[in-house]
């Protein structure tokens, strides 16, 4: 069974991404932003952590790919987060 810190490591990683992709203000990223804010809206309401793991890793495999394009685009810190939160589950 996952933990509650766990969870909220993710949920945290998760808005870190979701932030990310905002940030970049890039069409090809707005089926991911949809898909965080829709993760983190559930869990915060039914407090099931699955959907934020998964875009977790989503997020973390699109983000490591954009750094390795643009690598002062995506900081080391974010993909650290993100690493950590789904190492866990």
């Given at each position: 069974m996952m933990n509650v810190k766990n969870d909220q490591r993710v949920e945290k990683a998760c808005e870190g991404a979701l932030a990310k992709f905002q940030?970049?203000?890039?069409?090809?990223?707005?089926d991911i932003?949809?898909?965080l804010e829709y993760v983190l809206g559930?869990?915060?309401y039914d407090g099931n952590p699955v959907g934020?793991?998964?875009y977790a890793e989503k997020s973390l495999k699109m983000l490591k790919?954009?750094?390795?394009?643009?690598p002062r685009s995506v900081s080391d810190k974010l993909i650290a987060d993100l690493e950590k939160a789904v190492s866990v589950k």
């Open positions: 940030s970049l203000g890039n069409e090809k990223y707005a932003q949809s898909k559930s869990y915060a934020l793991y998964e790919a954009l750094k390795k394009d643009k």
